[in-house]
């Protein structure tokens, strides 16, 4: 079995591949997403955003409760905190592009992305968001930093200085996240349930393009 690692590593550049070909996608990390594109990104990532915890925190039960890798369940208690407020980050910057509250709701691929992962956390593997949390954390260490950049040196959207909270703060974090986390599953030996994270970034992966879809 090839290392859990390196195989992460190739979900998140298929990700990455996909995003950088995406139309919405690839113009936020350029720097020339129009204000509504990017308050629509910014409602669906605060949807996404805010069941981190909650996911998180039903992971680690879940692995408390079927007695497997107590280290895992801690380190998944400690993310849960990590991500507490970062929906706010979204939110705000959203308010700031001028962007009131948005009543739509989740798009279908954030739908797919909270119930597939929830499931998964009650009942299935409660190692396996250990795989969602790493392509993430790699994104965004990979390309929020350059989306931050370029919004601030090329966009023309009115305010946004004070709209990168969310992308600043996760490429300030996230790299230091990224490299604790590959060195506790670097190694990992269990097979099934080293698949069940795999299938995690995966789906994570496959579902991420579609944030960039306003609902409906």
């Given amino acids: 079995m090839k290392d859990l690692v390196f195989r992460l590593d190739r979900e998140t550049d298929k990700l990455i591949e996909s995003l950088d070909e995406h139309p919405v996608a690839r113009t936020l990390f350029a720097g020339t997403i129009t204000a509504?594109?990017?308050?629509?990104?910014?409602?669906?990532?605060?949807?996404?955003?805010?069941?981190?915890?909650?996911?998180?925190?039903?992971?680690?039960?879940?692995?408390?409760?079927?007695?497997?890798?107590?280290?895992?369940?801690?380190?998944?208690?400690?993310?849960?905190?990590?991500?507490?407020?970062?929906?706010?980050?979204?939110?705000?910057?959203?308010?700031?592009?001028?962007?009131?509250?948005?009543?739509?709701?989740?798009?279908?691929?954030?739908?797919?992305?909270i119930s597939t992962h929830r499931f998964e956390a009650q009942q299935g593997c409660g190692a396996a968001f250990l795989g969602t949390a790493y392509v993430l954390e790699a994104l965004s260490a990979r390309r929020a930093p350059v989306a931050v950049q370029n919004l601030l040196r090329r966009?023309?959207?009115?305010?946004?200085?004070?709209?990168?909270?969310?992308l600043r703060g996760h490429a300030e974090a996230d790299g230091g996240h990224i490299d604790r986390l590959a060195g506790v599953l670097r190694g990992f030996t269990a097979k099934s349930d080293?698949?069940?994270?795999?299938?995690?970034?995966?789906?994570?992966?496959?579902?991420?393009?579609?944030?960039?879809?306003?609902?409906?």
């Fill in 36 to 113: 509504r594109r990017y308050a629509a990104y910014l409602d669906q990532t605060q949807h996404y955003v805010g069941v981190a915890r909650e996911l998180l925190r039903s992971s680690a039960e879940r692995l408390l409760v079927t007695g497997r890798h107590p280290s895992l369940a801690r380190l998944l208690i400690e993310k849960s905190d990590e991500e507490a407020g970062h929906e706010v980050w979204a939110r705000n910057d959203r308010a700031a592009l001028g962007f009131g509250a948005n009543d739509a709701g989740p798009n279908v691929a954030v739908q797919a992305y």
């Fill in 155 to 166: 966009s023309r959207i009115r305010g946004v200085e004070g709209a990168v909270t969310f």
């Fill in 194 to 216: 080293a698949e069940a994270i795999v299938r995690s970034a995966r789906r994570t992966r496959q579902f991420f393009p579609g944030f960039f879809s306003s609902p409906g």
